[in-house]
């Protein structure tokens, strides 16, 4: 079974949206430590269109762009992308070049530019980009994360109070259990109940649980299986985190996935003219509609979209 690339992209770009100052802290230290974080990230993602409109986001990828600023009051720009599930690109370092150099020449001053490899090639790391003729050169480094180098930490990960040690561990067992169905079940349900053992409030158990849930994506019997050992785990550990409207989302999950990668895709790919159409999706309620909708979005025209949606309310 291989994974949509919305098991990933959705979750990812949520867990940035929620942590972002966890996210740096936890694989990018150095630039953790240099920012001010009594004032706000200001993100400015849409300006990303401008400067790299040819980007593949929404197609195995996450891209983030960040206002910050140092202690000293200065301002900062900070470019994160994340390969979720890469072909192994031999030209990655020199996009990532190209993205800098245009970000720079758009706002003066040089991003900080960070990579996440969550693809499952332990080989394929690539950290920058080289050029040189008749003694004119460039040399452009930058800092990679590559979450293989954690599946050997399990338990670390599983404690680690850091909310972002939960999502890779997530992300490394959706990519251990492909086409184990069972297994895959097993992961999650072990996965879930960790979060409620770390002593976190409700609401960072209820977002961590959304995006696993959402990320170890499985099929309707076994996810009613999962939803079912849950309710038995709250009753027996008298922890009611979940209320009935939330196993209700929860029993959902798999819908609420394929519009999420069907509002991804309709932005990278048509932006608000595509938007537009979101409120005759989510009118959609068969899951085979919206799972037709959603492979359709990668190769139809417009036109052809709307053709596919239910009327006009």
């Known amino acids: 079974m291989d994974e949509p690339a919305s098991e990933f992209d959705g979750p990812w ?20 430590a240099g920012i001010d974080w009594a004032r706000e990230p200001d993100f400015v993602d849409k300006e990303l269109q401008k400067i790299a409109p040819e980007s593949k986001e929404g197609q195995g990828t996450v891209d983030k762009l960040a206002k910050v600023w140092h202690h000293d009051g200065e301002e900062a720009w ?12 031999t030209s990655f370092g020199r996009r990532m070049y190209t993205y800098n150099h ?54 670390d990960l599983e404690t ?12 490394l067992k959706t990519l251990q259990t492909r086409g184990d169905i069972p297994g895959r079940q097993r992961w999650k349900l072990h996965l879930v109940k960790g979060l409620y053992k770390r002593g976190w409030a409700k609401e960072q158990v209820l977002r961590l649980f959304r995006l696993i849930d959402w990320m170890m994506a499985l099929p309707p019997v076994p996810q009613a299986a999962f939803v079912a050992d849950i309710n038995q785990f709250e009753e027996g550990e008298k922890m009611p985190f979940i ?19 069907i509002e991804l895709g309709l932005d990278v790919r048509f932006g608000d003219a595509g938007l537009e ?7 959609m309620n068969e899951l085979a509609m919206l799972e037709a909708f959603h492979r359709a979005v990668t190769t139809q025209t417009l036109d052809a979209l709307r053709a596919l949606l239910p009327p006009e309310a």
């Open 13 to 32: 770009k949520e867990a940035l949206d929620w942590y972002f100052a966890p996210f740096l802290a936890f694989f990018f230290p150095l630039a953790h």
């Open 78 to 89: 900070v470019y994160v992308h994340i390969e979720v599930q890469s072909q192994h690109e």
């Open 102 to 155: 245009r970000l720079e020449d758009r706002y003066g001053r040089m991003p900080v530019t960070l990579a996440v490899l969550g693809d499952d090639g332990p080989r394929w790391r690539p950290t920058g980009h080289s050029a040189d003729l008749w003694g004119c050169s460039v040399q452009f480094t930058f800092p990679v994360a590559k979450l293989l180098d954690y599946k050997d930490r399990e338990a």
């Open 160 to 171: 680690d109070p850091n909310p972002f040690a939960a999502v890779v561990l997530a992300h």
């Open 243 to 261: 209320s009935p409207t939330e196993r209700l989302w929860l029993d959902q999950g798999t819908v609420k996935g394929l519009i999420r990668g």
């Open 277 to 283: 159409l979101m409120p005759r999706v989510r009118a």
